[in-house]
């Protein structure tokens, strides 16, 4: 079946530091993939998405690239802030049909320092 | 507008105990999944509704774990006789409908705790 695998955290960051969370999937045919991003206390949040490889996924200055050679949708910021503190999640969903369930990484924490 | 809201928002239960959990989602929204957060397990699917069917429940757990719609918009998550691996964040999410990919809006959850 599918799966996602996403680098463990915590990830604790100096503010204006270069931020990569990994992820790569097991997925059959051409899935679509997505980050979303848990703030403290709030819901879970669409960040970004790709729906084909080389697609590039782009949103509050956060990217991921869709390496289906890798299997990989790596999460980049070049300067994190205070407020990008969250959880981060990896998922996947296959298109066609109407059911788009997702399957989840199992969460990265980031923690931003001032 | 009116996001995906959930209630309550945290329960605490005895085990053995029925819990009802409820989602409103966001209104013409036809898709409806539940998820659950747990420490062991991470995010995991539950089951998906489209409209008042349930075509997918293939991540229920247990046969204690139901789930129905109604009308097209409200949906109850029912866990029987709970355990306490139960123990979790239940999530709803729903989603414009069929055809092209459409964003799933999140609830903010149900904590539940099952002493």
């Known amino acids: 079946g599918d799966s996602v695998t996403q680098m463990e955290g915590p990830v604790t960051l100096s503010e204006e530091a270069f931020l990569t969370i990994n992820c790569t999937y097991t997925a059959t045919g051409y899935p679509s993939l997505f980050w979303y991003v848990q703030y403290p206390g709030e819901g879970l949040q669409l960040l970004l998405k790709?729906?084909?490889?080389?697609d590039k996924g782009s949103n509050k200055g956060f990217e991921a690239t869709y390496r289906k050679e890798t299997t990989s949708f790596h999460l980049e910021k070049g300067s994190v802030q205070v407020s990008d503190s969250a959880v981060y999640f990896c998922a996947l969903t296959h298109s066609g049909g109407s059911n788009y369930k997702l399957t989840f990484g199992k969460g990265t924490l980031l923690t931003v320092n001032p | 507008g009116a996001g995906v809201s959930q209630s309550p928002s945290n329960k605490v239960t005895e085990k053995g105990k029925d819990v009802e959990l409820r989602c409103d989602p966001i209104?013409?929204?036809?898709?409806l999944y539940w998820y659950r957060q747990s420490l062991g397990q991470g995010l995991e699917f539950l089951i998906y509704?489209?409209?008042?069917?349930?075509?997918?429940k293939s991540g229920l757990p247990s046969d204690r774990f139901s789930a129905e719609r109604t009308g097209g918009s409200v949906s109850t998550l029912t866990i029987q006789r709970t355990q306490q691996e139960d123990s979790a964040v239940y999530l709803c999410?729903?989603?414009?409908?069929?055809?092209?990919?459409?964003?799933?809006?999140f609830g903010p959850g149900t904590r539940l705790t099952v002493l």
């Open positions: 209104s013409g929204h036809t898709a």
């Open positions: 790709a729906t084909k490889a080389d």
């Open positions: 999410a729903s989603s414009p409908g069929q055809g092209k990919y459409n964003e799933q809006f």
């Open positions: 509704f489209q409209g008042n069917s349930a075509p997918d």
